[in-house]
């Protein structure tokens, strides 16, 4: 017992007592009889044991009540450790040392410690189930439904905190990539969009009004219909894309073929080449700004329908200029045609209407490379014919050459055609081999191609084989000239001997010469004459009389040093397969 306890009861007996003895003395005065005095002292003491009865009762009652409040603070301790996945915590006392209120003074602390981190936790909880919710709301789309979290008090443990965080980072990355995923096609929607003239602005807020530039990033939609309808909306635009680019490139084309076909000047042409540049791009290869618009495509069908019209008008010059190339390729490939009923014929199709121009067109463009596949075969021969005949050329300078009396006087230029004259003996030894290897080409050519190679409408083979008759003719009557010579020399020396030393008449050698070797070399400088006696000769081998427009067409060929018959020209040699030329005497 304490102290302030032994003196308290000390004053409340001695306060008894006192009053027990005024009680007496009271009793004495009044005269109370024993029986009465006992009978108030017994009611005295029933008094207090009810005042004790009922201040134990209190006292245990207190008592009940602070046990269950400590047996409650145990279980909500026990519930908040398992909730927050404590286990065990430092300040919690024993649980059987101590009085009631020591325990529930030891425990009050940690309860109070153990709310405050519930509170902490349960915010954390609810802002990572808040962001959770949220970002899975934009993915399904459904952000107008979003409902407050519900957080389980039961496990705000560390564990399930770093799951929460791990789902919250996973729905971050899928968040990241679909807006990423969504930014990507704005960005090209916003490029197809530029390309085809088509508004951007209209365009992407059809899809969802959030994809507009105005708005923020993270504020996009980014769920599974938003990006279904962007997808949708930039495969349509890609087709789109696809067809007017092969529009435009088909309209392109016809554009360029026409500005060839009517040799359409470059300024013209520049005017679109914001056109022609893609007639061979790739659908990914075209992004500038309004390359495929309607506006464009509509501006290259007027122009090719302006040109198409125009075409009609300009069919007759583009139609000759077809025909002009053709005939300069037969021209250099030493291949006749009549020039004249050709042109006439292409003018009366024209005029007649039953033939489409790009069909006409189209012909003669075949044509043309028939004819160049026809001239690359014969060039190969045509390049030894042109050999031959400049070869027999310098065969017919070098014997006027040597028919000079004064080739070796100390002249101007001599050694210059001493030199010359070398080469020529070089090249004229050459002529037998280069004429048996031209024979067997064109043999070779005509067997391959079943018909006769022809230099200017007259048979190659021919011109060669009357070249080699007169080469020997001419060889023969060289022999007979030396013969002669020797035969006249011998008789001079023989009269020398007989009367003596005279002076002998001077000798009509090189008149001689000449009849025999042909006409004379300014004669023949040219080939003009000797083509027109190719032609009209050949006219008379057919049995026919030449017409004056061949006579007309034979004078206007240009001129070419033509063989003599000493060095026979490509005329010449083909003159003699239809009959003999009266300039060339008749050799016995």
Request: aromatic share 4%.
């Amino acid at each position: 017992m304490t102290a302030v306890a032994a003196q308290s009861l000390l004053l409340g007996d001695t306060s008894c007592g006192s009053l027990l003895e005024q009680l007496q003395q009271i009793w004495d005065e009044v005269g109370t009889s024993d029986e009465e005095r006992d009978k108030m002292l017994l009611q005295l003491e029933q008094d207090c044991l009810d005042v004790y009865k009922r201040k134990v009762d209190q006292a245990m009652e207190s008592r009940t009540h602070l046990l269950q409040t400590l047996a409650d603070c145990k279980v909500e301790l026990a519930r908040l450790q398992s909730a927050l996945g404590e286990k065990t915590y430092a300040g919690i006392p024993d649980k059987t040392s101590g009085t009631i209120k020591e325990q529930l003074a030891a425990i009050a602390p940690v309860l109070e410690n153990l709310w405050a981190q519930k509170e902490e936790k349960t915010k954390e909880f609810l802002d990572v189930q808040s962001q959770i919710q949220k970002i899975s709301s934009e993915i399904s789309g459904n952000t107008d439904q979003l409902e407050h979290p519900i957080v389980d008090e039961t496990d705000l443990s560390l564990k399930k905190l770093e799951e929460f965080h791990a789902q919250l980072q996973e729905l971050q990355k899928e968040k990241s990539e679909r807006l990423h995923k969504v930014l990507e096609f704005v960005s090209t929607v916003h490029d197809l969009c530029a390309v085809l003239g088509m508004d951007f602005f209209s365009t992407v807020t059809e899809v969802h009004p959030s994809l507009d530039d105005t708005t923020g990033v993270q504020s996009k939609s980014i769920s599974n219909g938003t990006l279904l309808r962007l997808a949708k909306t930039v495969l349509a635009l890609k087709e789109d894309k696809k067809q007017r680019l092969q529009k435009l490139q088909e309209l392109a084309t016809q554009l360029t073929d026409l500005w060839n076909l009517m040799d359409t000047p470059d300024d013209e042409r520049s005017l679109f080449d914001h056109v022609t540049c893609n007639i061979s791009a790739s659908v990914d290869e075209v992004t500038i700004p309004g390359a495929l618009t309607l506006d464009v495509i509509e501006q290259v069908e007027v122009e090719v329908e302006r040109l198409d019209r125009l075409k009609f008008s300009k069919m007759k010059e583009i139609a000759f200029k077809r025909q002009a190339e053709l005939e300069e390729i037969f021209a250099l490939a030493h291949i006749e045609i009549d020039t004249e009923a050709a042109r006439e014929k292409i003018l009366s199709l024209i005029d007649s209407g039953n033939i489409e121009p790009t069909e006409l067109l189209a012909d003669m463009d075949h044509q043309i490379l028939k004819a160049k596949e026809e001239a690359l075969s014969r060039k190969e021969i045509l390049d030894k014919v042109e050999k031959w005949m400049s070869a027999c050329e310098e065969e017919s300078w070098l014997e006027d050459y040597n028919r000079d009396d004064n080739r070796y006087n100390a002249s101007r230029g001599a050694h210059l055609n001493l030199k010359r004259a070398e080469k020529a003996r070089i090249l004229v030894n050459k002529i037998p081999a280069l004429v048996e290897v031209l024979i067997n080409k064109t043999r070779a050519w005509e067997e391959e191609r079943g018909t006769t190679f022809t230099y200017d409408g007259v048979p190659l083979l021919a011109m060669l084989d009357e070249y080699m008759m007169l080469r020997q003719d001419r060889e023969e009557e060289k022999k007979r000239l030396r013969d002669q010579k020797r035969f006249h020399e011998q008789m001079n020396k023989e009269q020398e001997g007989m009367f003596g030393s005279t002076p002998s008449p001077a000798r009509p050698l090189n008149s001689t010469k000449k009849a025999v070797g042909g006409p004379h070399p300014r004669a023949a400088n040219g080939n003009g004459s000797a083509n027109r006696r190719l032609s009209l000769n050949s006219s008379l081998q057919n049995g026919s009389r030449p017409t004056a427009k061949e006579v007309r067409r034979e004078s206007a060929r240009p001129a070419a040093v033509p063989l003599n018959f000493v060095a026979i020209s490509k005329d010449d040699a083909c003159s003699h397969i239809s009959g003999s030329d009266p300039t060339i005497p008749s050799t016995p």
